[in-house]
């Protein structure tokens, strides 16, 4: 089955410790109702820095820097698209959510 990264974007913290409690609750629902589809639960990122051609390093990792990724397992692109529209990173905060496959390579 074709493998997929969800890169989570944005979203921010949350400032209190009731909604920081709301959000990771939500998390583990919405991981926990997918969890044949999750091969790789993921993490949070830290700090980020993206380098360009001739070596030009952007501290905070660009305009849109990474905060986490999970890696499922679905049909096909529309199946993981419908799995990534009800994580917390959308539904909870301003965050986004990329989606894209992972392909194999052949005697890697």
């Given at each position: 089955?074709p493998?997929?990264?969800?890169?989570?974007?944005?979203?921010?913290?949350?400032?209190?410790?009731?909604?920081?409690?709301?959000?990771?609750?939500?998390?583990?629902?919405?991981?926990?109702?997918?969890?044949?589809?999750?091969?790789?639960?993921?993490?949070?990122?830290?700090?980020?820095?993206?380098?360009?051609?001739?070596?030009?390093?952007?501290?905070?990792?660009?305009?849109?820097?990474?905060?986490?990724?999970?890696?499922?397992?679905?049909?096909?692109?529309d199946?993981?698209?419908?799995?990534?529209?009800?994580?917390?990173?959308?539904?909870?905060?301003?965050?986004?959510?990329?989606?894209?496959?992972?392909?194999?390579?052949?005697?890697?």
């Amino acid at each position: 089955m074709p493998k997929f990264v969800l890169a989570y974007h944005g979203g921010g913290i949350p400032e209190s410790e009731e909604e920081q409690a709301k959000h990771m609750a939500a998390w583990g629902e919405w991981m926990g109702s997918h969890s044949a589809a999750f091969v790789d639960m993921g993490a949070p990122t830290g700090q980020a820095k993206t380098v360009s051609a001739g070596g030009a390093v952007e501290d905070g990792g660009g305009s849109n820097p990474l905060t986490g990724y999970g890696i499922i397992e679905a049909a096909d692109i529309d199946a993981a698209v419908e799995i990534a529209k009800g994580c917390p990173m959308v539904t909870l905060s301003d965050g986004t959510v990329e989606v894209a496959e992972a392909f194999e390579i052949p005697d890697m």
